[in-house]
């Protein structure tokens, strides 16, 4: 039961370069999501996608994109990596875009940016 | 705009002892739900208790609880019993259109 996976789990970049973060879910899940958590500042929403083809912005969308062809998969790039988006990076799921239900989490990827 | 606020970023408890993380919100939405999340040094976070805001009873799983004050916004979670297994980070969150979290309680119990 693999859940939500993550790759990679970590990553070092050069400023100005790009990268994508891997996301996939086996849960069939419709809302899937993408945070970053930094000291002090618990985790705030990057971007978030309540089914194939929906995608919208969180509270720190800039510098982000992201896509979602479909159902199991939600990447996110950075288009030109900055030393600000050194964090560590959370991808997370849950059934339906309905209030109840809980997230779940893949394990992270810590990125940073030099 | 929704929001949580835990104002405690750091706490200790003896082990056994019982303790309580604060967590207010603020939301305009009638229909909300409130969660409570445990990130250990490992940095995975666990799922640990769920309230809806429509929920009578005051939400519990062994030895959490959440104490659920719809009128002061508060939803603060409590621990029996403290093991030292449960120093972790702490957080709490809100969905509305959205899934909210608070900046999080550091929890260290002190054998």
């Known amino acids: 039961n693999a859940g939500v996976t993550q790759t990679p789990k970590f990553q070092v970049l050069k400023t100005g370069q790009s990268m994508t973060l891997q996301c996939a879910q086996d849960?069939?899940?419709?809302?899937m999501s993408w945070y970053r958590q930094d000291p002090g500042m618990g985790l705030r929403l990057i971007h978030y996608?309540?089914?194939?083809?929906?995608?919208d912005q969180g509270e720190v969308p800039n510098g982000y994109n992201v896509s979602r062809s479909t159902t199991e998969d939600f990447p996110l790039r950075l288009l030109s990596a900055a030393p600000s988006q050194t964090s560590v990076y959370f991808c997370?799921?849950?059934?339906?875009?309905?209030?109840?239900?809980?997230?779940?989490f893949g394990e992270g990827s810590r990125l940073t940016v030099l | 705009a929704q929001k949580i606020t835990q104002t405690q970023p750091g706490m200790f408890v003896q082990e056994k002892e019982a303790v309580t993380l604060d967590c207010t919100y603020d939301?305009?939405?009638?229909?909300?739900?409130l969660f409570w999340y445990k990130q250990p040094s490992s940095g995975e976070m666990i799922f640990l208790i769920y309230?809806?805001?429509?929920?009578?009873q005051n939400a519990t799983e062994g030895r959490y609880s959440l104490n659920f004050q719809k009128a002061r916004k508060s939803a603060n979670l409590v621990i029996s019993a403290s093991q030292l297994g449960d120093s972790a980070m702490y957080f709490c969150?809100?969905?509305?259109?959205?899934?909210?979290f608070g900046t999080g309680t550091s929890l260290t119990v002190i054998p």
């Open positions: 309230q809806g805001s429509y929920d009578q």
């Open positions: 997370a799921s849950r059934p339906t875009r309905a209030n109840t239900g809980e997230l779940f």
């Open positions: 996608s309540v089914g194939a083809g929906i995608t």
């Open positions: 849960m069939n899940h419709e809302y």
């Open positions: 969150a809100m969905t509305g259109n959205q899934f909210y």
């Open positions: 939301t305009s939405d009638p229909s909300y739900g």
